[in-house]
C-alpha cells in the first residue's frame, strides 16, 4: 500500500530523515516510535506531501507520489489528522466536519461523509449543531478523526492522535479507534512518543531515532530482540550490564554466565 525507499527530508540545511526505508501492507496499523524531535512528524509530512524528499521514493498503491502537493491528498486516498485537536472552537460539529468539503464535494457526497461520521463515532450524531468548543477534549478528537475517516481513505496518518489528553481517556480512545480501523480494514500508520500506545495499537511498529530508522517489527521482537543499545533502551525497563562474548551462545557478565539462542 505504502513504500518509502531511502527517503532523506531536509529542513534547509537540517537533514530531518535519514535514509528511510519502510512498507506498510493494506489493512495494516502501523506505529513509528520515538521521541521529541526523532523525525515523526516529518515522517507524515512527506508522505502525504506537505514536503517533498530530497533524495529517496514514496510510492503509494504503487504509485510514485514523492514530488506529489499537499492540496491533493485528500482527492487521492490519503486522511491526515495532523498534531493538537485541529477543530475550530466556535464552529459547531456539522461545520467542523464540513470545513473544507464545499469546495471538493457535492452536498450528496458531504451528506455521506456524515452518514461515515455517525457510523464511526455514533455518539456525535446528538452533538452536530453544538458549538465544538463545548465538547470534551475526547469528543473533539473524535470530531478530527471522524473529518479525516469519513471520505473512507485508503490510508490514515495520524500524528499523536491522543497526545493531548489525560491518560484514561487516551486509552479508551486508542482501544475505540483500534477497534473501528480493525474493523473497517483501514491501512493506518501513526506517530507516537508514547511506547504503551504503539504496543497497543499497532500490528508493526517502527523505532525512530535522529531521523533514522532503527528497527522495524512487533512488540515482542524490539522488546525481546532489540537490534542495538539504543532500542533496548528506548523499548526495554531493564538495566543494560557490560557482558564478553564467550562463544555463539553464552556471555560472560558480572552476574555469571547467561546463555541463550543469539543471532
Ligand atoms: P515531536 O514529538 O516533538 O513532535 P517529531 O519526532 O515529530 O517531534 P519532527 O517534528 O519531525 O520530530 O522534527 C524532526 C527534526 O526536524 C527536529 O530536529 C526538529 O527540530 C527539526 N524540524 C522540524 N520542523 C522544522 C522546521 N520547520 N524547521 C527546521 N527544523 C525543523
Known amino acids: 500500500m505504502l513504500k518509502m525507499i531511502g527517503v532523506e527530508t531536509f529542513y534547509g540545511?537540517?537533514?530531518?530523515?535519514?535514509?528511510?526505508?519502510?512498507?506498510?501492507?493494506?489493512?495494516?496499523?502501523v506505529c513509528i516510535l520515538g521521541a521529541n524531535g526523532a523525525g515523526k512528524t516529518t515522517i507524515l509530512k512527506t508522505i502525504c506531501g506537505a514536503l517533498e524528499p530530497q533524495k529517496g521514493t514514496v510510492v503509494f498503491s504503487g504509485q510514485d507520489i514523492t514530488a506529489w502537493q499537499?492540496?491533493?491528498?485528500?482527492k487521492q486516498g490519503m486522511g491526515h489528522v495532523p498534531e493538537g485537536r485541529e477543530v475550530f472552537p466556535f464552529l459547531t460539529v456539522k461545520e467542523n466536519l464540513e470545513?473544507?468539503?464545499?469546495?471538493?464535494?457535492?452536498?450528496?457526497?458531504?451528506?455521506?461523509d456524515l452518514e461515515m461520521v455517525f457510523?464511526?463515532?455514533p455518539d456525535l450524531k446528538n452533538k452536530i449543531n453544538l458549538q465544538a468548543v463545548l465538547l470534551s477534549g475526547g469528543q473533539q478528537q473524535r470530531v478530527a478523526?471522524?473529518?479525516?475517516m469519513a471520505p473512507r481513505p485508503d490510508i490514515l496518518l495520524l500524528d499523536e492522535p491522543f497526545s493531548s489528553m489525560d491518560s484514561e481517556l487516551r486509552e479508551q480512545l486508542a482501544r475505540e479507534v483500534r477497534h473501528l480501523l480493525r474493523r473497517d480494514g483501514i491501512t493506518a500508520i501513526m506517530?507516537?512518543?508514547?511506547q504503551h500506545e504503539a504496543f497497543a495499537m499497532a500490528d508493526q511498529i517502527g523505532v525512530l531515532g535522529n531521523g533514522k530508522?532503527?528497527?522495524?517489527?512487533?512488540?515482542?521482537?524490539?522488546y525481546h530482540r532489540p537490534s542495538s543499545r539504543f532500542v533496548a533502551d528506548f523499548i526495554g525497563q531493564g538495566v543494560l550490564i557490560p557482558g564478553e562474548i564467550i562463544d555463539d551462545n553464552k556471555?560472560?557478565?558480572?552476574?555469571?554466565?547467561?546463555?541463550?539462542k543469539m543471532t
Open 213 to 222: 530508522l532503527l528497527q522495524w517489527g512487533n512488540g515482542y521482537d524490539l
Open 145 to 148: 478523526l471522524a473529518r479525516a
Open 99 to 112: 470545513m473544507g468539503a464545499y469546495s471538493r464535494k457535492g452536498k450528496n457526497e458531504i451528506d455521506a
Open 119 to 121: 457510523h464511526y463515532f
Open 70 to 74: 499537499p492540496d491533493k491528498t485528500a
Open 251 to 260: 556471555i560472560s557478565t558480572e552476574l555469571g554466565i547467561v546463555s541463550g
Open 191 to 194: 506517530v507516537t512518543h508514547d
Open 13 to 29: 540545511k537540517i537533514k530531518a530523515l535519514h535514509g528511510v526505508s519502510l512498507a506498510v501492507k493494506a489493512g495494516q496499523l
